[in-house]
Antibody, heavy 118, light 108 residues
Framework: QLQLQESGSGLVKPSQTLSLTCAVSGGSISSGGYSWSWIRQPPGKGLEWIGYIYHSGDTYYNPSLRGRVTISLDRSKNQFSLKLSSVTAADTAVYYC??????????WGQGTLVTVSS | SSELTQDPAVSVALGQTVRITCRGDSLRIYYASWYQQKPGQAPVVVIS???NRPSGIPDRFSGSISGNTASLTITGAQAEDEADYYCNSRDSSGHHLVFGTGTKVTVL
């Protein structure tokens, strides 16, 4: 059973870069058949897919994030990361990491709140 | 279109049946998956693919598709089914994922 755990700064200043990491246990991020995603949820609002990275390293991002997002793998640590640049208050949200396999997000982290404020 | 549209809220009497719909052009090509989210918790997948229930999901949850509309049906709703429900699928390009707008289900 996969387990995912987000970590990173909970407070980011406007215009700076948000950085989060998702540690994966119970399986390898290098395994084929899965992709590794970031999803966010602003307070009181719905879910928004941010992007994912395949085990191969190929990435796909939500077009609405206009080139601000980067997702990467760290195979040595069995984790993947999110960087979101030029943040504003609109980026305040609970950020989830999740794996995507066979058409569904099967396993999720518990989520971490990131607040953008000076 | 890359949008998936859901009704904002539905209510159902305890023990009755409720259908939650998700509309989008990409659903003519790709299946939807469905997620239940309770306050303060991460979402949990309840249906994926044509109508697949992960282990531990009660069989009162079922999925279907017709044209551009995917549906999640709860047959015999229980108090613990009160939650927000989101659909998810790929957009028409096939490379990007998109969530529906979400439906709040209230069990009366």
């Amino acid at each position: 059973q996969l387990q995912l755990q987000e970590s990173g700064s909970g407070l980011v200043k406007p215009s700076q870069t948000l950085s989060l990491t998702c540690a994966v246990s119970g399986g390898s991020i290098s395994s084929g058949g899965y992709s590794w995603s970031w999803i966010r949820q602003p307070p009181g609002k719905g879910l928004e897919w941010i992007g994912y990275i395949y085990h191969s390293g190929d990435t796909y991002y939500n077009p609405s994030l206009r080139g601000r997002v980067t997702i990467s793998l760290d195979r040595s640590k069995n984790q993947f990361s999110l960087k979101l640049s030029s943040v504003t208050a609109a980026d305040t949200a609970v950020y989830y990491c999740a794996n995507y396999g066979d058409g569904a997000f099967d396993f999720w982290g518990q989520g971490t709140l990131v607040t953008v404020s000076s | 279109s890359s949008e998936l549209t859901q009704d904002p809220a539905v209510s159902v009497a305890l023990g009755q049946t409720v259908r939650i719909t998700c509309r989008g052009d990409s659903l003519r090509i790709y299946y939807a998956s469905w997620y239940q989210q309770k306050p303060g918790q991460a979402p949990v997948v309840v249906i994926s693919g044509k109508n697949n229930r992960p282990s531990g999901i009660p069989d009162r949850f079922s999925g279907s598709i017709s044209g551009n509309t995917a549906s999640l049906t709860i047959t015999g709703a229980q108090a613990e089914d009160e939650a927000d429900y989101y659909c998810n699928s790929r957009d028409s390009s096939g490379h990007h994922l998109v969530f529906g707008t979400g439906t709040k289900v209230t069990v009366l």
